[in-house]
């Protein structure tokens, strides 16, 4: 009698257990799924964790003069990304040589925008 009283309240302690991984697994799914839906969408934002502004640029290379400048917002601003090049390697929020070209969405301004400063990066084709 005493062995099956054990094994109904472990069981019951197992179910409870299994409930609440089930629940967090339901959550993180639900967060990568409106993360991946949101980049599918084609909306990426620009945001400089390091500074107050990102540069849209007039060529992928800081050398040149600057097309546009976007303040950090509420995370960042709309940009839609048309496609990427290699350009002038540099450290932004990390190093890299891509730049992507696209549309900022506040002025229309098309520049390139290094790609460490493209949150939510949608997948376009080389320039």
């Not at 949101?38 to 007039?58: D, E, F, P």
């Not at 002025?107 to 949608?122: A, E, K």
Request: aromatic share 18%.
């Amino acid at each position: 009698m005493q062995s099956t009283t054990f094994v109904k309240t472990n069981m019951s302690k197992v179910m409870s257990k299994v409930t609440s991984i089930t629940a967090i697994a339901a959550v993180m799914l639900a967060t990568f799924t409106a993360l991946g839906a949101r980049a599918s969408a084609g909306t990426s934002i620009l945001y400089n964790q390091y500074g107050s502004i990102t540069k849209i640029y007039y060529a992928p290379n800081t050398k040149l003069n600057v097309k546009a400048t976007v303040k950090n917002g509420t995370f960042g601003a709309k940009f839609t990304m048309s496609c990427w090049v290699y350009g002038q390697a540099m450290t932004g929020n990390y190093y890299s040589s891509v730049w992507y070209w696209g549309q900022y969405f506040s002025t229309g301004d098309y520049g390139y925008v290094h790609s460490s400063y493209v949150y939510y990066q949608t997948s376009v084709p080389r320039c």
